[in-house]
């Protein structure tokens, strides 16, 4: 027989109170998993939100770059020279033009150069595939017009690689130079 005095003062775990504490910890385990789970989903839609973010940062950053290629290398008339690539808008009724910077002759219909010395690129000139008319003295407005054609043509095709989310990003960024060269086009243009 146990000493009463040594006996615990605890009382005994009736199996009520056993059951009731079981579906405490049961709710608690729950209410964890569940919290859990919500931080988990938090922490997806969180992921993907970054991600976007991240996505739509780098089609904004390709869509800048292609629109500073396009201004700086289509639409920006350059001296062919890859040595010297300094912008120009000389043009005195001759096809034939030279650099004042570098010194080389270059078509004004192609843009292109081929190390010629002055009589060779009038031949160029004369014969050139990019013309759209004969001879080498032509009146400054056909010079804008050729040019403008040259510079769509280039930026359609340019623009034909990219996607289309990028190339309306693109058009808008570029709008303002395009309508300043009386340059039209659209997206239905690129297909």
Same mark, same amino acid.
């Given at each position: ?66 629109? %500073?290629?396009?201004?700086?290398? #289509?639409?920006? /008339? @350059?001296?062919? !020279? ?6 120009? =808008? &000389? ?58 054609? %040259?510079?769509?043509?280039?930026? #359609?095709?340019? /623009? @034909?690689?990219? !996607? ?6 693109? =058009? &808008? ?19």
């Amino acid at each position: 027989m146990v000493d009463p005095s040594k006996r615990s003062l605890r009382k005994p775990i009736s199996k009520k109170n056993n059951s009731r504490s079981r579906a405490r910890k049961s709710r608690k385990f729950v209410n964890d998993i569940s919290c859990t789970i919500q931080s988990y989903y938090r922490m997806e839609n969180l992921s993907r939100m970054t991600r976007s973010r991240q996505q739509a940062e780098n089609e904004e950053r390709k869509a800048q770059d292609v629109a %500073r290629n396009i201004v700086d290398t #289509i639409l920006t /008339l @350059r001296c062919p !020279n890859r040595k010297c690539q300094k912008a120009f =808008l &000389d043009f005195d009724g001759c096809f034939t033009l030279e650099c004042h910077q570098c010194g080389v002759s270059f078509c004004a219909w192609c843009v292109r150069f081929n190390d010629w010395n002055h009589g060779t690129v009038h031949q160029h000139v004369d014969r050139c595939d990019a013309a759209s008319r004969a001879g080498t003295q032509h009146p400054f407005y056909i010079f804008v017009e050729h040019q403008r054609e %040259r510079r769509r043509t280039l930026v #359609i095709n340019r /623009l @034909r690689h990219e !996607n289309q989310r990028t190339v309306r990003r693109v =058009l &808008d960024i570029i709008n303002t130079n395009l309508e300043e060269l009386g340059i039209n086009i659209s997206i239905t243009d690129l297909s």
